[in-house]
DNA sequence: CGCCCCGTTGAGGAGAGTCAATGGCTGTGG
DNA sequence: CCACAGCCATTGACTCTCCTCAACGGGGCG
C-alpha cells in the first residue's frame, strides 16, 4: 500500500502506528489488463479502489461513440466517494496499462476512517484534491489553446506521478497514444498529434520509444502553459483540521452496513 | 434552511426529528449583494455554505482577464468540503444575484454530521452530486457543440431549480448574462448570443425580459442536447447506506477544532 | 510476411473567435 | 422630464483554430 502512503505523505506525515488501521485492512489486490473495465457505468459499486500500479482513465461514452476522459488515476489515487453512498456509477474506469489495484469493500474501508483521525484526515485531503483537479480540468478544457492544454496536462500527471512514486524522473513515460490525450483534452488525434510535433519543433518536449516524454524545460512549459501546482493542495493541513478529519470519518458511521 | 431540505428530499425522506439536529445548527444568515464575494481565491475557508435564495458562480480567472466558471450554486446548494481540510481556496465564489446564505462554522457543521447518520447520508450524498454535476460540466465542454452545451446546461439548471425549490415552473428566470454563459460554457459572449438566437428561431426556448426563459418543448431540447438526468443520482438510497454515512461522519470526528 | 494500430502530414472546410458598430434598457442627475 | 452614460444583446465582416477526410509509413506481433 507504500504508493498511497508517498502520495498522502506530500500532505501529512503520519507514523507507523498511525497507519496501523490501513495496513490491516481486509482487502482484496486485483490485477486489470490493459483495456479492462474496473468498472462501468451503471454498475453499483460497493468498493473503494487503490491504484497501486499503472494508469487508468475514468471517461464517459456519448451516445454517437466520442468519449470524454474525465480524469486519470495515477499510483496512489483512490476513488471512490460514489461508492459510499450506493449509487449507479455515471461513467466508466478502465484500466490504459497493466494495474494493480487494492479492493476495499465500502464498509470495511468506512470502519477504518472512524477508528483513526488522521487517516481519515488524509483520506478526506485525497477526495478535495480528486475533486480540486476536476475543477482544473474544466478550466483547461473551456478557455485554454491545445497547446497550453497539452502542456498543462503534461505537467499536471508528471508532478502527480512524481507526488505519488517518490521518483523525481525527468522524463516521465506516458502511456497515453494521440486519442486518449485527444479525448483528455476535448481535442481530435490530428490536432494533438501536430500541436506535439510543433512542441517538440519548439523544444518543449522530447519524445523517445513507447510514449516516453522528457520535459525539457519545465518552467518555461509551465508559463506557457500558466500551470501552477497551487490546485493539487500540496502542503501540510494545520493541526486542527485532523481532529475534525476524524470527525467527519465518524460521521460516516451510519454508511457501513 | 427549508431549501436545503426540499433538495434533500429528492433523495432520501426524512421525518421531523431526524432534521432537528440540522434546524438547531448554530448559523449566521449572510446576504451578498449581486457582485459579492462570498469566497476569494486564496481564502482560508472554516465555513459551510448553504444557499437559501439566490444564484452564485464558482470561478477561476485566468492570468490574462479571462474566466472560466466551474458551476453554479443555486439555492439549496452547500459548499465547501475544501473546508472541512483547512485548505485554501483554489477558485473564487461570487453572487450574481441577491443571495441569502447560510454560514455555519465548519467543526459545528461536523458535529451535527457526526450526530446524525441520516442528515450524514444526506450531506454525502450532495457531496457526491455536486461532483458528478463537475464531470458532466467537462463532457460537456469537452466534447458537444455550442448548441448542445447551451441546451444541456439550461437543461441542467431547470432541473436543479426546480429540484430545489418544488416550483416546477416552465418558466426558468435565469440571471445570466451572455458573457456568464460563454465563461461557464468554454465560448465567447457573441457565439452564445448567435447560438441562443438560432434556438430562438428553431422554437426550442423563447426569452422575456429580464433574462426569463422558457423551454418550449423540454423532450426536444433534452434530445438535441442528449440531457439525461441520470448523473444528477436522483433517486433514494438502499437503507444500508444511511448506516454507512453516519459511519463517514463519525470518522470525521477529527476534523472539528 | 502481412496485418493492424498508431502517428504523421496534407488539403480543404467549418465552427467559433475577434473587432466593431448599432440599438435598447435602466438608472442617474440636471 | 429629458439627456446621457453604461451595460448588454445583436449583427456583420473577417479571421483563425481546430476538425474532417484521406493517404502514407513505421513498429509490434501472430
Known sequence: MSVFKKRLGQYVTLGEDEWLPFDE?????????AGDDLVQAG???????????????RYRLLEDGRRQIVNFMLPGDVFDLQSLADLKADHSLTAITECKVLV???NVFVDMLQSS????????????????????????????????????LLLELHRRFV?????????LTVPLTRADIADAL???PVHVSRTMSAMRRADL????RGGEITIVDRDKLARLSH???????LKKLHIASDRRAQQIGESHRGLAD
Chains 1, 2 share one sequence.
Not at 485492512?25 to 489488463?33: P, S
Not at 454498475?43 to 482513465?57: N, S
Open 186 to 188: 476535448g481535442l481530435t
Open 25 to 33: 485492512l481486509d482487502h482484496q489486490e486485483q490485477v486489470f489488463l
Open 205 to 208: 518536449i522530447t519524445e523517445g
Open 43 to 57: 454498475d453499483e459499486i460497493r468498493h473503494v479502489f487503490i491504484v497501486k500500479e499503472g494508469w487508468a482513465i
Open 163 to 171: 507526488g505519488a512514486t517518490g521518483m523525481d524522473v525527468e522524463r
Open 227 to 233: 500551470f501552477d501546482t497551487d490546485y493539487l493542495h
Open 104 to 106: 476495499i469493500a465500502s
Open 117 to 152: 483521525a488522521s487517516l481519515a484526515s488524509a483520506f478526506w485531503w485525497s477526495a478535495v484534491q480528486e475533486e480540486s483537479i476536476l475543477r482544473e480540468q474544466i478550466v483547461r478544457i473551456g478557455r485554454r489553446s491545445a497547446r497550453e492544454r497539452i502542456g498543462h
